[in-house]
């Protein structure tokens, strides 16, 4: 059977123990059911993952014991931040969890013209804190030790007007002239990526994205939704300079 793996925020060491947050102990008393004694792995986001065990239960927090850390390599050598355009519920959740096991090193949500979704503050950190939650999950899922960072949403145009860290920034567009395959590797091995939602961007915010260095590439002939040419996108980036075989 496959040892689980559980994400906590708080710094490992070996031969430590320690009481697991509420939502990691819930998941490993109440959903995995999980007896004393069973193994753990343990990764707090830093690039580490330990050996662990469980101990058993103290006021419904999980007690883990810290044994041995692990050598991982699970990381892709290219840098991606998805600027991706906020869909509508499950689309959205379902584009983050894949682009999370895809490799993506960051993702920052952005409010569209089009967007369908409108978020007032207290919206828009809740839905934050849900999708980081859920790329706490998929990273648990498919072997991640680091935690891709999770933005709270905001405006594109607030994002397109900040200095660019990514030497290659790609605007995605099913009319552009570009194509992913005519392009040359990135120096430093950093890719900003913007996908429209639903509605796709405005000739507005495309030529704002132009101004702001990023290139318009198309990915074929037919017109994808937004949460598959996020996610074939970032296939290619990955087959093209990162680890994807």
């Not at 960051?106 to 089009?114: N, Q």
């Not at 900040?162 to 570009?178: G, I, N, Q, R």
Request: glycine share 6%; with cysteine; aromatic share 2%.
């Amino acid at each position: 059977m496959r040892i689980p793996r559980i994400y906590t925020p708080q710094p490992l060491a070996a031969q430590q123990s320690l009481l697991l947050e509420a939502h990691a102990s819930r998941h490993v008393l109440m959903v995995l059911r999980l007896k004393t004694g069973a193994p753990l792995v343990l990764f707090d986001g830093s690039g580490r993952e330990f050996e662990a065990r469980l101990d058993g239960a103290e006021n419904h927090h999980a007690r883990v014991s810290v044994a041995a850390e692990h050598a991982v390599c699970s990381e892709s050598p290219l840098h991606i931040t998805l600027v991706q355009g906020i869909s509508r519920g499950e689309r959205m959740d379902f584009t983050l969890q894949k682009a999370v096991e895809l490799g993506v090193a960051e993702i920052i949500p952005v409010l569209t013209e089009r967007s369908v979704v409108h978020l007032d503050a207290k919206q828009a950190m809740r839905k934050q804190q849900h999708w980081q939650q859920l790329v706490i999950g998929a990273c648990e899922q498919s072997g991640r030790v680091h935690m891709p960072p999770v933005g709270t949403p905001r405006p594109l145009n607030e994002v397109l007007s900040e200095p660019a860290s990514a030497e290659l920034s790609l605007l995605l567009h099913p009319t552009a002239d570009a194509k992913l395959s005519e392009l040359a590797a990135p120096a430093h091995n950093q890719v900003r990526l913007l996908v429209g939602p639903e509605g796709g961007l405005s000739g507005t915010e495309i030529a704002a994205a132009q101004h702001a260095g990023f290139i318009s590439v198309q990915l074929g002939p037919r017109v994808l939704r937004t949460e598959t040419a996020a996610l074939v996108a970032l296939s290619l980036l990955q087959a093209r300079w990162g680890d994807l075989v």
